[in-house]
């Protein structure tokens, strides 16, 4: 019966020794862990909460995403970058300006109306015809006539300046007759504001007769032709 005893103390020594063994070879292998005591397959211990055992050499910087979520740091996520906004349209270019009109001067010249008169005399026509009508018909679309009736210096200026207006409406009537639109002849009259340049220079101390030849450059008309440019 003491035999008995004898070997079941020895059988229970055996099994303390070995324990001892595994638990210091555990206790080996938990103070070699990442701060978590683990079991000997390597798994974390953790208790009837599901919280993981820390051991005695623990610290945050050890701390692991199944045991210490919150303290383990995470990667910021990366910057939505917002896609740049649609490049404007370009501006339309702007429309071309519109081309200047053509501009055509013709100042009649020489016997075209008698003293304090203001019907056309033979030469002011042939001008007309041939400066006038003919550069007409050449340059296209016409956008407006311009005439200006003149007379001299004798005489009242009022009388002067219907007598002007009335040399312009004749060259006007003329241009009409040949064909042009009335619409298009503006005419005016400037009386004797406007004298003739480049002529001789009349003294009024001279004869009202030879004053009077004198001074028939100054009985004119000019006509301004507004074309449309091509």
């Not at 701390?63 to 383990?72: F, Y």
């Not at 020489?110 to 340059?139: I, Y």
Request: contains cysteine; proline residues 8%.
């Amino acid at each position: 019966m003491e035999e008995f005893i004898l070997s079941k103390r020895v059988v229970h020594a055996t099994l303390f020794a070995a324990l001892s063994v595994v638990a210091a070879a555990a206790s080996a292998q938990n103070t070699s862990n990442n701060g978590y005591l683990t079991d000997a397959r390597g798994n974390v211990v953790k208790t009837a909460f599901g919280l993981c055992v820390r051991t005695a050499y623990w610290t945050p910087a050890m701390a692991t995403e199944e045991c210490d979520a919150a303290l383990v740091k995470k990667e910021a996520p990366a910057p939505v970058v917002a896609a740049p906004p649609p490049a404007a349209p370009a501006a339309p270019l702007p429309p071309p300006a519109p081309a200047a009109p053509k501009v055509v001067t013709v100042v009649l010249k020489g016997s075209l109306f008698d003293f304090n008169k203001a019907t056309l005399k033979p030469a002011a026509k042939a001008q007309l015809d041939q400066e006038v009508l003919a550069k007409l018909a050449n340059l296209g679309k016409i956008k407006q006539v311009i005439v200006s009736g003149h007379a001299d210096r004798i005489g009242k200026a009022a009388a002067n300046q219907k007598l002007s207006e009335k040399r312009a409406d004749a060259v006007k009537a003329y241009l009409v007759a040949k064909g042009i639109d009335g619409q298009l002849i503006d005419t005016f009259g400037f009386g004797s504001t406007q004298p003739a340049q480049g002529v001789p220079k009349c003294d009024d101390k001279l004869p009202r007769k030879k004053l009077i030849v004198c001074l028939e450059p100054h009985r004119r008309a000019v006509v301004e032709i507004q074309a449309a440019a091509k």
